[in-house]
């Protein structure tokens, strides 16, 4: 084997030494897996794919049904490159491997293999020369070797089970992916399928495709944008088996609208789609068509499925389908009302047949709860969601002017007084640090120096002010304002939008709007905002799912959680935390919440100012008051690094990044389905929603019958969840003519 060594810019490679192509004493299959270069613990072993990421591949091909022991590996490279400087392994460069290159040839014409896999980008794009693909973007597919390689046979591109350790969501992408090795050598390269496209059919031939089948029909619009309700369908396709669909343009007055029209709201005609709730809803903006029968949504099935990867078709494609690509670049899609004819029709074809293919994969692999989770409560969820989004909610115009009018000379105010005492820009991080020697700059790191009474801590709380009040004018108010439409805000909700299955609010967001700042919503003359607010809800939900039976005890009575256990570490507390009875409470607040979540004594003592030993203390005090949240800390360990993935009582699976997640995962997803569920309910019984954050829901009420919509709403706020041992949850209830100045209703009616 000839190695071009000396122009090699990897150094120590002697000391280092080579890590040579592994072959097993038999093999399970003609195949050869290849990693872009050594390790730290491959070098010690003299293996490839012996440290972390090895461990994690072994994972994985047990997952897919491979024999970890019985396939040859090799890399790229022969020889570990150097650290980045920081401590971490870096890939090898494209020179480096160009160096090292003799000596894959001499192991691909030896080996002689019928399938190369290729782990990560830079492998990938040295076995295939395909320099501008990233891995996510040719994961999955088959690629033929590079000429340089002197060979001859398919490459099969996958993650770098590196990138899935850190991204655990990944995982069963990454499966899915290591399946085709099997595949290949029983079935070979996948074939192309035929495709059977009609474009333009006739009123006739529309309606015999539409009705020819009583199985799950697939729907799938093209629009001018991405508003939902501003923006207008241009074309619509339509696919009800595997490898055929229906595609046309059309416009208000053709009149094939009126089949379409009539077959989208035939209740006992099963629809499917990607996004429902953009394309429901833009279909009853344009032409007014309010869709029924829709009961499968493929972006939904994969938020079920795996909470965190992406949800877009393109990516949904490539893990459910043999369909190449076909997608084009956002900047294309951005022009498609200008795309011809024909190519829109094309485009637009695929689209349905890809929907119902991953509508058909994602269905195998969906559990007995996950399609109950689908039918009762996502996609109910959908019309809900759509109805506060086109209503949306009103906004007090004359008050927004006067409170941005006031924050902007505020906000220019501090940040002349920062500047000028420091000669310090307060929106830089960087001279931030520099100026005050810390080394972050967020919220809870200068309230920390704050509190530890930092010689500027003056400036420091200036800084945050105007943090405050910048974002309040210019993120926020300044938001509304600019979407304002006829004295409305209509927010976009995500159902898929987090992990854990909460809503996401955009344009503007809503989620984390400052309360104060609340005062520019209002109801409709002659109405009140109901606001219903579950309270302690996660503690009641982990306390069910831990279980705790201490802590469900003291929820069950009324007692208040934190101000318990702030009694019981009162004598541990510095007494500058307990002259402020709100700092005193938040700091038990955060403990016991820390606790349930694995927040660890340092980042709680970083918050407060107090020793990792104090904390410490804290957190052992929770743990002995709530032994049940001790065995529920350990039991999420134990599941973390034994699965890597969590399922809540609900039927949500969601694949782990950090073992933090292990414990708030399953809490503030149960607790989130909690409110879904109300605002489903909510919505079946007629009540005309308007804003929800969190664990809140807002209602528009009439004035006249505020008593008989309370009673009604109370009832199913607190009606009992078959999911969470029909525990009822307690909420409270406050009213008034704006979302910020409410009252509670029990006092009102007392």
């Not at 591109?157 to 085709?180: E, G, K, Y």
């Amino acid at each position: 084997m000839v190695l071009n060594c000396e122009a090699c810019t990897i150094e120590n490679k002697v000391e280092g030494g080579q890590v040579p192509c592994y072959i097993p004493p038999s093999t399970q299959f003609n195949v050869l897996f290849v990693g872009q270069a050594p390790g730290k613990t491959e070098v010690l072993t003299g293996r490839p794919f012996t440290g972390s990421a090895g461990k994690m591949l072994y994972a994985l091909m047990k997952g897919a049904g491979l024999n970890k022991l019985n396939i040859p590996q090799t890399n790229i490279c022969l020889c570990k490159p150097p650290d980045d400087g920081k401590g971490n392994d870096r890939a090898p460069t494209a020179h480096e491997a160009t160096c090292c290159q003799n000596h894959l040839v001499e192991e691909l014409a030896w080996l002689h293999p019928e399938l190369v896999v290729g782990f990560g980008g830079f492998t990938c794009q040295q076995l295939t020369g395909e320099r501008d693909l990233s891995i996510t973007s040719i994961r999955g597919t088959f690629l033929k070797l590079d000429p340089k390689w002197e060979y001859d046979c398919p490459v099969l591109c996958c993650l770098h089970p590196s990138f899935v350790m850190r991204q655990r969501q990944w995982i069963p992408v990454a499966v899915n992916d290591l399946t085709q090795v099997i595949r290949f050598f029983t079935e070979g390269i996948p074939k192309e399928d035929k495709y059977n496209f009609l474009y333009e059919p006739t009123c006739e031939e529309l309606e015999a495709y539409l009705y020819s089948s009583d199985d799950i029909v697939d729907v799938d619009t093209e629009t001018t944008g991405l508003n939902k309700r501003l923006d207008k369908v241009i074309g619509i396709s339509f696919s009800n088996s595997p490898f055929s669909a229906v595609a046309l343009d059309f416009a208000s007055h053709d009149p094939r609208l009126v089949i379409i029209k009539n077959f989208l709201e035939d209740p006992t005609r099963r629809k499917s789609m990607q996004n429902g709730s953009f394309d429901t809803e833009i279909l009853l903006s344009t032409f007014g068509i309010n869709v029924q029968g829709f009961i499968y949504d493929t972006r939904l099935g994969e938020q079920l499925l795996s909470s965190d990867t992406p949800k877009d078709l393109d990516h949904l494609r490539s893990v459910y389908t043999r369909i190449k690509g076909y997608k084009p670049s956002k900047q294309q899609k951005s022009q498609i009302a200008f795309w011809g004819k024909e190519k829109r029709l094309e485009y637009a074809a695929w689209d349905a047949v890809v929907t119902g293919q991953v509508r058909r994969a994602q269905a195998k692999l969906l559990s007995e709860k996950q399609e109950q989770l689908m039918q009762e409560l996502l996609i109910p969820l959908v019309p809900a969601i759509n109805r506060m989004e086109r209503v949306g909610v009103k906004v007090d115009v004359p008050v927004l002017a006067m409170i941005y009018a006031d924050l902007v000379p505020k906000a220019d105010k501090l940040y002349e007084e920062i500047a000028s005492s420091m000669e310090v820009n307060p929106n830089s991080p960087s001279q931030i640090k520099e100026a005050f020697g810390l080394k972050k700059t967020d919220r809870e790191e200068l309230e920390y120096h704050i509190q530890r009474g930092h010689p500027k801590s003056e400036l420091l709380q200036k800084i945050l002010d105007y943090r405050d009040l910048s974002k309040g004018a210019s993120t926020f108010l300044k938001g509304v304002y600019s979407r304002l439409e006829e004295g409305y805000i209509h927010t976009d909700y995500k159902i898929e939008g987090t992990g854990t299955g909460r809503l996401s609010s955009s344009n503007p967001n809503l989620q984390n709007i400052q309360e104060p700042y609340r005062v520019i919503f209002i109801p409709e003359e002659g109405n009140y905002f109901l606001s219903g607010d579950y309270k302690q809800l996660e503690l009641w939900v982990g306390a069910i799912i831990a279980p705790c039976p201490e802590l469900l005890k003291d929820l069950q009575s009324g007692i208040d959680v934190h101000s318990a256990v702030l009694e019981e570490m009162r004598p541990y507390m510095p007494q500058r935390l307990l002259t402020t009875p709100k700092t005193a409470r938040l700091a038990a607040k955060t403990v016991v919440f820390g606790t349930f979540y694995g927040r660890s004594p340092r980042s709680i003592a970083v918050t407060f100012g107090v020793t990792v030993e104090e904390a410490s203390r804290w957190q052992q005090i929770c743990f002995g008051r709530y032994e049940g949240l001790k065995k529920y800390v350990l039991k999420q360990q134990a599941q973390f690094s034994r699965y890597g993935y969590i399922d809540t009582p609900w039927g949500r699976r969601r694949y782990l990044t950090s073992v933090t997640q292990a414990f708030n995962a399953p809490v503030q997803s149960s607790a989130s389905d909690v409110t879904l569920s109300t605002i489903v309910e909510l919505h079946r019984l007629g009540f005309d929603l308007r804003l929800t954050v969190h664990d809140s829901i807002v209602i528009q009420v009439p004035k006249e019958n505020l008593h008989e919509s309370y009673t009604k709403i109370k009832r199913v706020f607190e009606r009992p969840i078959p999911q969470l041992d029909n525990t009822s949850f307690r909420a409270t209830f406050d009213y008034g003519e704006n979302w910020y100045n409410m009252q509670s209703i029990d006092e009102h009616i007392n």
